[in-house]
Structure formats: structure tokens, C-alpha cells
């Protein structure tokens, strides 16, 4: 694969309707449900302000992006990273986009201080988990030996 200018770059509040969206794209590929563009760009434009997300886009459409949260952990006062979203277009799939966003992911975190990363995704996005094992993500807790961790959710 050749080597792709993939220009990873920190979002704004200002690039809020950007992060809209590219964010409705992905959940309307994926038949989730999203409330529009507009209430996404506000939202979006009030977190990355508050500094409540960090995001990051790539190419210059832009045609990709990833969306990091951090917490406090009570365990030891360092932050947590959670890898929330990671989407490219389908046109720009194979480029290398996805790779240099977790890369960048990753590099944030780090700089953050996170001690780990986590993230989830779905059992049949073999492309993601792809990515992720290829970068050193494993599903499993304590390594290869370690049991299967499992996600769960409800609705409130």
C-alpha cells in the first residue's frame, strides 16, 4: 500500500459540523439512529469546546474521524482513554485513513497520560478488528490467557 498523506488534525469547536457530519454518515451506513446533522453539530461543537471530547479528523474533506473520551480512574488518578468512534468514508477506505486515526488515537492518549486505551465494536466488523488486533487490541482480559470480555447495554 502506498503511503497516504492521511493529514491527522485535532478538531475544533469550530470544526463541529464537520464532525456532524462525517458522525450521521457513519450511523446512517450502519442503519443507527442519529438526530441530524444540526443537533449533531451543536453537540458536538459544545463538547469539543467544553473539552469534554477530543477529535481528530483525517484528509482534507475531511474524510475521516475518531473521538476519544477521558476519565479519571479511582483506581490510580490517571485518566482513562475510551476510543468512542472511528469511521472513514467508503470511498477513502484502504488508504491507510483508519490506521493513522488510531495511530493518532493512541499517540492522544499517551499525551494525555493514559496508562491504557479501550474501545468496542461489532463482532462482524472483521475490518475494525483487524485494525485493532493488528495495533495490539485484544477482547481478551490479562492477554491471550485471560477470559473473553463481554460488552453489554440497555436502554434507559
Same mark, same amino acid.
Given at each position: 500500500?502506498? *503511503?497516504?498523506?492521511? &493529514? ?12 456532524? =457530519? +462525517?458522525? #450521521? ?6 442503519? !443507527? %439512529?442519529? %438526530? ?17 471530547? /477530543? ?6 474533506? $475531511? ?5 476519544? =473520551?477521558? #476519565? ?6 490517571? %485518566?482513562?482513554? @475510551? ?6 468514508? $467508503? &470511498?477513502? =477506505?484502504?488508504? &491507510?485513513? &483508519? ?10 492518549? =499517551?499525551?494525555?497520560?493514559? $496508562?491504557?486505551? *479501550? +474501545? /468496542?465494536?461489532? !463482532? ?8 485493532? !488486533? ?6 481478551? *482480559?490479562?492477554? $491471550?490467557?485471560? %477470559?473473553?470480555?463481554?460488552? @453489554? *447495554?440497555? !436502554?434507559?
Amino acid at each position: 500500500m502506498a *503511503e497516504v498523506d492521511a &493529514g491527522i488534525r485535532r478538531a475544533s469547536a469550530a470544526d463541529g459540523g464537520d464532525v456532524a =457530519r +462525517l458522525l #450521521h454518515e457513519f450511523n446512517s451506513e450502519y442503519d !443507527e %439512529p442519529t %438526530p441530524g446533522i444540526e443537533a449533531l453539530a451543536e453537540n458536538a461543537a459544545s463538547l469539543l469546546d467544553a473539552g469534554e471530547i /477530543t477529535v481528530l479528523l483525517a484528509g482534507a474533506g $475531511p474524510d475521516g474521524f475518531c473521538l476519544l =473520551r477521558f #476519565h479519571r480512574s479511582i483506581y490510580n488518578g490517571m %485518566p482513562d482513554a @475510551y476510543l468512542q468512534e472511528l469511521y472513514v468514508v $467508503p &470511498g477513502r =477506505r484502504g488508504e &491507510g485513513l &483508519g490506521r493513522a486515526l488510531l495511530e493518532g488515537a493512541l499517540d492522544a492518549a =499517551r499525551e494525555a497520560g493514559a $496508562p491504557h486505551i *479501550e +474501545l /468496542t465494536t461489532g !463482532e462482524t466488523d472483521t475490518e475494525a478488528r483487524s485494525l485493532y !488486533e493488528s495495533a495490539g487490541f485484544t477482547n481478551l *482480559e490479562g492477554g $491471550p490467557d485471560g %477470559p473473553r470480555m463481554l460488552y @453489554y *447495554e440497555r !436502554e434507559l
